[in-house]
């Protein structure tokens, strides 16, 4: 039987890709396989009245999220060879759900936590740490003028319904350099890397959260 880990205190589910692919499947409808379904059961995920209490709030973010997002690696991510992405969210008013996916397509991870928890969460996968302000690139130089094939960094975007007057998308571009953190910001002679500190960084993770006025639906 397939190694399926659940942890309810934790907010976590983790195993196989079939067997959380499966799981994230119920929040549309559609019922696993007997062996993926006896592993869940195994597990503790799944009961016999349906999916333990503490899953209830992750697969309804699932079934109508009022965002989503996706992490990926950066600048790779917009390549046409770029794998899936390192992680991918939902979110609703009350949870915040990542699906976390191992680069080698070993076990996944699906975890979740209150909406107000996503900055935590998004901030221990990329890694986000006190670090100095670089120096390296001053005030910033443009995106077309770096070597963007050298460079380690990571993508956020953010997607939603929008109201009028909202782009119903934020993306954050930063580069974790081995002596600070570069963001792309948009500026008015177009892209350029600049450096921020990590309580820059943090902030920037906050605010990717869209406010409820941005949001086409009303939000309870």
Not at 134 to 149: K, M, R
């Amino acid at each position: 039987m397939m190694d399926v880990r659940f942890e309810p205190a934790r907010s976590t589910v983790a195993g196989p890709p079939e067997a959380i692919d499966a799981l994230i499947a119920l929040a549309a409808g559609q019922q696993p396989d007997p062996a993926i379904a006896a592993a869940l059961r195994a597990a503790g995920a799944l009961q016999a009245e349906g999916v333990h209490p503490a899953i209830e709030p992750a697969l309804s973010a699932i079934a109508s999220p009022v965002c989503t997002l996706t992490l990926g690696d950066w600048p790779s991510a917009d390549s046409s060879d770029a794998g899936p992405p390192r992680a991918e969210g939902w979110l609703d008013p009350g949870t915040a759900v990542l699906l976390l996916r191992d680069r080698d397509d070993g076990p996944r991870v699906l975890t979740w936590a209150h909406t107000t928890f996503l900055p935590v969460m998004l901030a221990r996968l990329v890694g986000l740490r006190p670090r100095p302000r670089t120096a390296s690139h001053g005030g910033g130089v443009p995106v077309q003028g770096a070597d963007l094939a050298d460079l380690n960094g990571w993508e956020i975007l953010m997607r939603w319904e929008p109201a009028a007057g909202s782009s119903g998308s934020a993306v954050l571009r930063v580069v974790d350099a081995e002596d600070g953190f570069l963001v792309q910001d948009d500026g008015g002679a177009g892209p350029a890397l600049r450096p921020l500190t990590a309580t820059e960084l943090w902030c920037r993770l906050v605010a990717l959260i869209p406010p409820v006025g941005d949001l086409a639906s009303p939000v309870a």
